[in-house]
């Protein structure tokens, strides 16, 4: 409906979720993450309620994912979550597990607000991945707690070059286990600060990977609960050509409105409507020629693309048999 709503108030450009950084300051180092390559002065800093409320009202979109840094170090995240909640927007609050279970006193059962875990894989590749033993131990007790207090948890994966299709596949049969509400997988993405840029992938290693690690669920052999449009899920794979949709996931945090992509490090505009008004949107995208664009097939730029073609009269049928698969 806010869709539909947006194309009868005949916008072209608007968002579909806020991805909303309230802070950098991370309490691990990934390596395939730059996060916290910011400087001190900067990790020092958080937003407000306030600031993210101001700038959830002046982006407009429904849906608010908070990743970071790590988020449950915010002071004031449960005043942040309620707020956000109170003014119905769907949250994501993405967090890395560790704080979780000693945090969830913060907030209140919700259809509005999902925990959005990050694993990576089981215990071994987890571990590695975040560069730090018992991770995955800490963050697997605490979906189990988060469950059973009545609360929607997701997780959020990211597929890096050398993973084992088999060893995913194992992986999502035991977040299947787990009683999840869904499951995120995105490829890895050249992210400009993160420490490791060996381990990223092509166009052509993506789409190869993922039509071997999705093949059970595409086949109908496996019905894992993806938390995607399955048309994102398609692209993935290969079957579907896509060009990125870069304000589709616009960026806020503590610099300000990233300049696109929420990837990338060109600088930061102080509004919204800045944002829209003085990028050169043709210069983003696979298409467009950029060549930091041209591997990329992240969710945050393709995610609102499948979106947008699910409402196509062809694609409706593939969306709904996905959902109740």
Known sequence: TYILRQKLLGRKKFPLVLM????FRCNLACPGCGKIQHPLEILKQYLSPED????????????????GGEPLLHPQMGEIVKGLVDRAKFVYLCTNGILLEEKL???????YLTFSVHLDG???THDRCVDRQGVFETAVKAIKTAKAKGFRVTTNTTVFEGTDPQEMQEFFDFLESLNTDGMMISPGYSYEWAPDQEHFLKREQTKALFRQILS????????????HNPLFLDFLMGEKDYDCTPWGSPSYSVLGWQKPCYLL????????????????????????GNPKCADCMVHCGYEPTAAMDALKIENTGRA?????R
């Open 320 to 324: 709904i048999t996905s959902l109740f």
């Open 216 to 227: 059970p669920w595409q086949n109908g052999k496996k019905s894992w609960n993806f938390n």
């Open 122 to 124: 089981l215990q071994e």
């Open 20 to 23: 909303l950084e309230p802070l």
């Open 105 to 111: 006193h913060l907030f209140e059962p919700s259809p």
């Open 52 to 67: 993210c409320f101001r700038a959830v009202e002046e982006c407009g979109a429904p849906v608010v994912s908070i990743p």
């Open 265 to 288: 490090n060109e600088g930061y505009y102080q509004t919204y409507q800045e944002l829209l008004n003085n990028t050169e949107w043709e210069k983003y995208g696979q298409k467009s």
